[in-house]
Every structure is written in structure tokens, then in C-alpha cells.
């Protein structure tokens, strides 16, 4: 599973039709379930591993785990974005469970919760 | 499904790295001119900037000029280029690069205040953000943006491009965006051969995946002049992530190395560079180790200290984070061992080859009306993301003036209602339960008849006529059988029309390779029967065009012209 959703941890963003991990895909992976209103991955397999779901995520909600094919399961890496938005710290934990920090200069911009589809109000365009 | 028409002067198709800079451009010089970006994804974060970038990688350094530049893509492209296009674009380098910088870019300086070098023609960036960078600035110059709506097919009138078609993957809105002129900035092509990768990481490749080579399919069918399919770019990348080799190989200054310790660049290639060898050689020349035996293959890394490590991971961090967690995954240490490699599935991607639409140098292509930038774009290798926003500017300069003398065209209706038909056929096969396809066999299908017979990884690359053969005749059946896709939702729809596209282009790749009866560059398209290149008969462009009533596809030629004087085979 190159990408994990945390279900504990996402809130939907509040009540969000179209959540920043859904809008940021680039190859529209993430849905949210139309019965359920739960995020979900829709094909695990199609996904690139760029991150873009992982860094936009307000709750850290979503992570990144190596497929299992290419490394060991325990090895993990947590981007977290700075208040101030121009730093970027990862925290890499190794097999062993030994931690390292890179902080890293970025400029990250502000994303919105929501955001409206061309041709439709948002309430009428859950598939 | 409802229908959205939409008129707007220019139409950008793919708002990734050329396409937002190709909309600012045409924003700042004609604001009265409505600008409209067709995005597939969202334009924050789609294409091949999803992830981020470490580095600007052509740029010219101090005491570089357009001429040095050329000549360098000249021999890094074994001798043949279009030359007229390659200056131009470097012309607006500079230009480029301060504009992203402006908006807010990071871009590493030294004391002097001067950009940090790494290698002759790259500068170091701390681009994470870049994506979303240049995609405000698209917005703030007042572009429409529509995310998430894939262009299917050029509106065509009178043998004109007037706009371009798609779909909502959100809502199934059927949109027709016509427009005076129409800027191609699709990017190119993965997906067409067996990924190196299977099962949950079959998508871990080096190009985007979800870059499918729709804009060169959308040409191919209105029958726009494409130039040099069969440069297919095959790169060296790190074993199992196909992350970039750049960042280590000019980052530190790593050679590759056999697993008998050789180095055999610097051994075997030394008459043309060595480990600085064009880029088909770097890719053909670990090749050939692995081939008769002396592989792992590796960049040797052991020299480096462990502040360098660090350095290695930062910087992948900011472009290819899964790197970094497969060295922790794994337990390697590239400072203690060295990073094995491996060449990656074939793409068709012009930024790095020269595969694409046939320009002028105002990237107007064949079809009046249209217009190409960045990797959908031939004839200029080499452009990487600073390319690819010059061309998106070169582009926007050229479109902005011929609106000034056209207006809308007349859209006959049938041309709108076939496509709509074809567009959702798959969603209504579904419906009708008849007995299909899913995307996934096709695609997997076509990677099959490609890797086998087209030259695939498994068979190190290698052609003949005989093998092309096959993949042509197998290729030829498989239009016949997109009546039979099945879409169950709008992602699944979506993904048909990618694994149609991507047809359109395997066909369109097998002939260019067949044609071409020499090997220009190895590694990249190797022809057993015509080993050798061939300057006297094949120093000119392979060019195609599909006749969009008979679906024939007919080949020729175009000459080369050398504007940059000097040795063809030598880096300056
Ligand atoms: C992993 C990776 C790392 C790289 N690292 C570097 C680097 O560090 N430095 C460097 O200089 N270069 C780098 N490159 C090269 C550079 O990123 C590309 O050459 C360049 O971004 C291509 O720009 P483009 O505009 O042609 O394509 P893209 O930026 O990919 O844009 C194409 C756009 O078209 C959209 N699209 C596709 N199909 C459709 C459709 N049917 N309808 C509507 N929209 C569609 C896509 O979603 C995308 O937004 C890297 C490339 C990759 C893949
Ligand atoms: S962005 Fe995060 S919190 Fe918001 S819906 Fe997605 S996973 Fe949940
Ligand atoms: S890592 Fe990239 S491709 Fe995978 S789900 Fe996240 S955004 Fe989508």
C-alpha cells in the first residue's frame, strides 16, 4: 500500500465535498465515499507516490508507506509543514526505529478546505 | 450529462509546467484576451511537478550562451537536433527563471548572491512547491482554470483546430471549449510499455503516470505532422524507486560502476565522455554490462561523506521523497555502499528526447489554429522544466498574435456529437452490461505487444524489423476493439480514454521505429539489424502523419539544418 489513510485522525475536514487530499491527487485516486462521506483510496496500485495528498493533509491524516515489494514495513517518513509555511520538516524513522530530521526551506501555499466545480453546485456533484 | 460550451480566445490543454506559464504569458502581454486552462487534475498539483523538483536542470551558468547550450544538446542528442528550436528555447531561460523566483520559488544562492550550480547546465531549487507556485500565478493572472475536466479530441473546422473537447471526470459534463487558437501542453507519454514495477507499486515510475500521451493521440488523430516517435527516452534511474540519477551522478559527482568495480564508462566510452557521455550511452552502456554478465550495475558512492548523505536525501525530499524511505527501508547507507541502478520502461517524452508534434520555431504546429509546448513538443530534447516553460512563453507569444487576426470558427455539429458519443460509449457499455473490456486488460494488453515486440526493458531495449512486425499487426486489431471498453464510473472513464490514447500512440511509436533504419541512439532504440549510425542516409528527422479518413499512417523525412557551427559529436 504505497499510501495509508489514518481514519482516526481525518475529520473530513469538515464536512468538505471536495477535501484538499481528494483535489490534490493528480491522478484522482482519493474519493470521498458518497454513502459514507469517508475518505477512500479508490486503487492503491495507481498511485505514484508523488505526496501531494500526504503534505496537504491539515491532519496529517494520510501517510506514505513504501510498497511492501520495494522495503521493510516499519521504516517511515512524516513530512510536517511550519506554521510560518516556508519550512518543511520530514522525520524519517529507519527499521530500527532510529529518527532523523531534514528541514527543509519550501514555500508552501495556503489551501483551501473546499472548492467548487466547474458546471455544478457542490451539492450536486457526488457520484 | 449536461453540456458546458465555453468560447474563449486561447485554450491551453494541460495547465502542468508549460501550460501555467504559457497562460501568464499571454495574460501579461494581452489582458483583454480570455485565457482558459482545460487541467485533467487539479492544476495545484498535477503532471510531472506533483512531487517537486530539486533542481532547474537546463540553465546557463555563467560564461554559457545559447550557442554552448546547443551544441551540448546537439552531441548530448548524438548529432541530430533541431537546432533553430533548442536556441530559442535557451533565449528564454533567463527569463523564465527569474519570473518563477519572483513568485516566490526558492532557488539557492552562494554568498555573491549568485545561483548554485550543479553540473554545466543546472541550478539547485528547493521546488516542493513549485507546482502550486506556478499554478497561482496562472490564477492570479486571470486564467480560467477548469480542474479535473480531460481533453478527449481537438474541435476540428475546415482543417482548423478551433477549440478541444473533454470530459468532467466530477460530474460527466460533456465540455466544449471553443477557442481562436489552442496551445497543446499535455506533456508525454508513460504507460505504453510493461512498468518496471508490478502489483502495488506498478506505478512507481519515472514519468507520471497519469500523463497518458493524450495531447500527442489528439494530434495523431487530427492528423498533425509528429517528428522522432522513435527516440523513446529510457533513463538511468536508482533500482526499484526509478527515481532521477541526476540528483547523485552531478549532486556528487558519482561514475557507474560494474559489479566487478570497474568503470566501465570511462573504460568503454571514453572517445565520447565517459561517465559525461550522451544520454543514450549512459543508459546503453550499463546495459551492455548487465547483458554479458557483469551486473549489479551501480553510481559509486562511497566517497562521499556523511554530511553529503544528508545533502542526497534533502534534495530528494524536495523532488522524490520515496527515495529517502527506501534507503531508510532498506538499510542503505549511499555513503557506505554504493546506489544500484536500472534503466526504466520506455516513454515518448519529448522534453528529454525530442519526440512530438513537428513546430516551427513558434511552436505552431502542422494545424492551423494549434499550437505545442513542453514535453508533447519534438525537435528540442533537453528542456526539462526550464524548456518547458520557455516553450510554454514562446508559444503564448505566437498564439496571442494570431488571435489578433482570427475570430471563432463555424463548428459543424456532427463534429460535437460524434465525439460525445465516442467519449461516454464506455460508460454506456457498462450500462448496457454487454460483454467488455476493462481498461486495465487493455493497458496491460498494449504493455504486452510493446514489451515483447517493441523493444521493451526484458529484451534490453533491442528492435528489428521482423519484431516490429509483429507489434504492428498485433497493434492494428486493438482500434477495433474500443467498442468494447467498459467505464463503470467517471475514473474508470477517464481511464479508458487513456488506454485508447495510449494505442493511438504505441502505432504511431512502432512505425517511427521501423522507419528509421540506423542506430542513432543507442540504449534508446537499439535496431539489431542496422547497428551502426548512419549519417550518410539518416542525419534528417523521422517524421509521421495519420490521414484521419483512412487512418493510414504515412512516413517521410525532413532535413537537418546546422545553424550552430562546429563538430556535431563534441560537447562544446
Ligand atoms: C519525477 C520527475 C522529476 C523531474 N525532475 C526534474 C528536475 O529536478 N529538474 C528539471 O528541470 N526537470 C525535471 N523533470 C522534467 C520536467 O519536470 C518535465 O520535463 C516538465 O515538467 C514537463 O512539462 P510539461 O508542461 O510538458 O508537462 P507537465 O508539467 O506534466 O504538464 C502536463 C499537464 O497536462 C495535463 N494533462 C495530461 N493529459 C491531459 C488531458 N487529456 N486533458 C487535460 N489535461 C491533461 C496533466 O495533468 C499535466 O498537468 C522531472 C520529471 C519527472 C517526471
Ligand atoms: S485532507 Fe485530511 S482531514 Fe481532510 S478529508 Fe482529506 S484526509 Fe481527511
Ligand atoms: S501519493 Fe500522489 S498519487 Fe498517491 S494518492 Fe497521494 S497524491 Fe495521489
Known amino acids: ?127 | 450529462m449536461e453540456k458546458n460550451v465555453i468560447e474563449t480566445d486561447v485554450l491551453i490543454i494541460g495547465g502542468g509546467t508549460s501550460g501555467c506559464l504559457a497562460a501568464v504569458e499571454l495574460k501579461e502581454l494581452y489582458p483583454n484576451l480570455s485565457v482558459t486552462i482545460m487541467e485533467k487534475a487539479h492544476v495545484d498539483r498535477s503532471g510531472c511537478l506533483a512531487g517537486g523538483m530539486n533542481a532547474i536542470n537546463a540553465y546557463l551558468n555563467p560564461g554559457e550562451t545559447p550557442e554552448s547550450f546547443t551544441k551540448y544538446v546537439r552531441f548530448d542528442s548524438c548529432g541530430l537536433v533541431r537546432e533553430d528550436l533548442v536556441l530559442s528555447m535557451s533565449e528564454l531561460f533567463e527569463y523564465c527563471v527569474k519570473k518563477v523566483e519572483k513568485w516566490g520559488l526558492p532557488i539557492l544562492c552562494d554568498e555573491k548572491g549568485n545561483y548554485v550550480p550543479r553540473g554545466r547546465w543546472n541550478i539547485k531549487i528547493n521546488g516542493e512547491s513549485l507546482k502550486p507556485i506556478i499554478a497561482k500565478a496562472a490564477k492570479n493572472a486571470g486564467a480560467k482554470i477548469l480542474n479535473w475536466v480531460t481533453a478527449t479530441n481537438f474541435i476540428m473546422a475546415d482543417g482548423k483546430v478551433a477549440g478541444a473537447m473533454g470530459f468532467s471526470i466530477k460530474n460527466g459534463n460533456f465540455f466544449i471549449v471553443k477557442a481562436k487558437a489552442t496551445i497543446i501542453a499535455t506533456g508525454g507519454a508513460a504507460g505504453i510499455y510493461k512498468p518496471n514495477n508490478a502489483h502495488d507499486a506498478q506505478h512507481k515510475t519515472w514519468y507520471s503516470p497519469y500523463n497518458t500521451g493524450a495531447g500527442y493521440a489528439m494530434g495523431i488523430r487530427a492528423g498533425a505532422e509528429m517528428t522522432s516517435f522513435e527516440m523513446r527516452y529510457i533513463g538511468l534511474r536508482v533500482k526499484d524507486t526509478i527515481a532521477p540519477t541526476g540528483t547523485i551522478a552531478l549532486g556528487v559527482g558519482a561514475p557507474q560502476i560494474n559489479s566487478k568495480g570497474e568503470k566501465f564508462m570511462a573504460a568503454k566510452y571514453a572517445h565520447i565522455g565517459g561517465d559525461g557521455a550522451p544520454t543514450p550511452y549512459r543508459s546503453h552502456g550499463p546495459l551492455q554490462e548487465i547483458k554479458e554478465g557483469r551486473g549489479p550495475v551501480y553510481l559509486d558512492t562511497r566517497h562521499i561523506t556523511a554530511q553529503q548523505a544528508r545533502d542526497l536525501k534533502s534534495a530528494f525530499l524536495d523532488m522524490y521523497p520515496s527515495m529517502v524511505l527506501y534507503w531508510a527501508a532498506n538499510e542503505i547507507d549511499p555513503s557506505k555502499e554504493p546506489v544500484e541502478v536500472q534503466t526504466t520502461e520506455p516513454y515518448v517524452v519529448g522534453g528529454h528526447t525530442q519526440s512530438g508534434y513537428w513546430v516551427d520555431v513558434n511552436r505552431k504546429t502542422s494545424i492551423e489554429g494549434l499550437y505545442a509546448a513542453g514535453d508533447v513538443s519534438g525537435g528540442a530534447p533537453y528542456k526539462f522544466v526550464s524548456g518547458c516553460w520557455a516553450e510554454g512563453v514562446i508559444a503564448a507569444r505566437a498564439a496571442g498574435e494570431y488571435v489578433q487576426k482570427t475570430g471563432f470558427a463555424q463548428i459543424p455539429e456532427n463534429v460535437l456529437k460524434d465525439e460525445q458519443e465516442r467519449v461516454f460509449s464506455p460508460l454506456m457499455n457498462q450500462t448496457h452490461k454487454i460483454d467488455g473490456i476493462n481498461n486495465y486488460d487493455m493497458e496491460v494488453r498494449i504493455q504486452k505487444i510493446m514489451e515483447e515486440y517493441a523493444g521493451g526493458a526484458a529484451t534490453f531495449y533491442e528492435v528489428n524489423d521482423e519484431r516490429l512486425q509483429v507489434a504492428r499487426r498485433r497493434l492494428s486489431t486493438l482500434p477495433d476493439q474500443f467498442k468494447y471498453l467498459m467505464a463503470e464510473d467517471l475514473h474508470d472513464l477517464m481511464k479508458a480514454h487513456e488506454v485508447i490514447d495510449r494505442v493511438y500512440v504505441a502505432q504511431v511509436l512502432v512505425e517511427h521505429m521501423m522507419y528509421r533504419k540506423e542506430t542513432r541512439w543507442p540504449g534508446y532504440c537499439t535496431r539489431t539489424d542496422y547497428t551502426e549510425l548512419d549519417d550518410t542516409n539518416w542525419l534528417k528527422f523521422v517524421n509521421s502523419r495519420r490521414d484521419p479518413e483512412t487512418g493510414n499512417i504515412e512516413m517521410f523525412t525532413r532535413p537537418y539544418e546546422q545553424i550552430v557551427p562546429g563538430d556535431r559529436y563534441k560537447p562544446r
Not at chain 1, 491522478?27 to 486503487?43: E, F, S, Y
Request: net charge negative; aromatic share 8%.
Open chain 1, 1 to 127: 500500500m504505497p499510501v495509508i489513510i489514518h481514519t482516526d485522525k481525518c475529520n473530513e475536514c469538515n464536512g468538505s465535498s471536495n477535501p484538499p487530499c481528494v483535489r490534490m491527487c493528480p491522478g484522482d485516486l482519493w474519493m470521498k465515499d458518497p454513502k459514507t462521506g469517508k475518505i477512500v483510496m479508490r486503487n492503491a496500485s495507481d498511485c505514484w507516490d508523488c505526496l501531494p495528498c500526504v503534505k496537504v493533509c491539515p491532519q496529517e491524516a494520510i501517510e506514505f508507506r513504501l510498497s511492501y515489494q520495494l522495503g521493510f514495513q516499519t521504516a517511515r517518513l512524516l513530512p510536517h509543514i511550519h506554521n510560518t509555511r516556508d519550512f518543511i520538516t520530514w522525520e524519517l524513522i529507519d527499521t530500527n526505529g532510529v529518527t532523523d530530521k531534514f528541514t527543509i526551506r519550501t514555500k508552501v501555499l495556503p489551501v483551501e478546505l473546499d472548492e467548487s466545480i466547474e458546471g455544478v453546485t457542490p451539492a450536486e456533484y457526488s457520484i
